[in-house]
């Protein structure tokens, strides 16, 4: 049985609606958060789940998708949390997130805290704007990188990590500080990173 291919859309910056709905295409099953919804709907797609406290979908499309709709309303939490959590219930821990950045910074580093917090509990690749956000566990290879930006963001100080390809070379480096990985680059055309526990790199386009 083939695997789901699992999108998460936030309500941030996406594609514009012709390359959104192509991209939209290559997964099996697309999950919306909220407002991002009508983005989605827009492009010509179907969400299969829309998730949150329904602050921001149209109420055309509340109506016309009541039977996706996943009302959480805890206002504890935000929405990326909420679907996370979700996501997490229903035994899903392979998503890839869009929407994620460009609308207000204070929402993206909320979100990138969100997910360093929860990162054991799933293997998330983020497309952005500017680059990809991808979650290394044990071992990872990079391919048809060179000359781009990589940064990786460490959260466990007791972790040990081993990289081969960037400039500054990581040898069983234990990283103190969530920026002392940062602002590296891929010198080679692939890279592999080893590390103890699960780690957060990102690559620029």
Request: hydrophobic share 40%; with cysteine; proline share 1%.
């Amino acid at each position: 049985m083939k695997k789901e291919k699992i999108i998460l859309v936030l309500n941030g910056k996406l594609f514009k609606k012709s390359k959104l709905t192509l991209f939209l295409k290559d997964y099996s099953k697309i999950i919306c958060v909220d407002g991002a919804a009508n983005k989605v709907i827009n492009a010509n797609m179907k969400p299969d789940y829309i998730i949150g406290d329904l602050d921001s979908i149209s109420r055309i499309n509340l109506v016309k998708y009541k039977n996706k709709i996943v009302e959480l309303k805890d206002q504890n939490y935000n929405d990326l949390q909420k679907a996370l959590n979700w996501l997490k219930n229903n035994g899903t821990s392979n998503i890839d997130i869009i929407g994620f950045d460009g609308k207000r910074a204070d929402h993206m580093i909320n979100n990138f805290n969100i997910i360093i917090d929860d990162i054991n509990n799933f293997n998330i690749k983020i497309i952005t704007e500017r680059g990809t956000f991808y979650t290394v566990d044990k071992k990872m290879t990079f391919n048809n990188i060179l000359n781009k930006s990589v940064s990786l963001f460490n959260i466990n100080p007791n972790n040990q990590i081993s990289s081969k390809g960037l400039k500054y070379e990581l040898k069983d480096r234990i990283l103190l500080n969530m920026y002392e990985g940062t602002l590296n680059l891929a010198i080679q055309n692939n890279i592999t990173v080893v590390t103890k526990y699960k780690i957060l790199i990102f690559i620029s386009n």
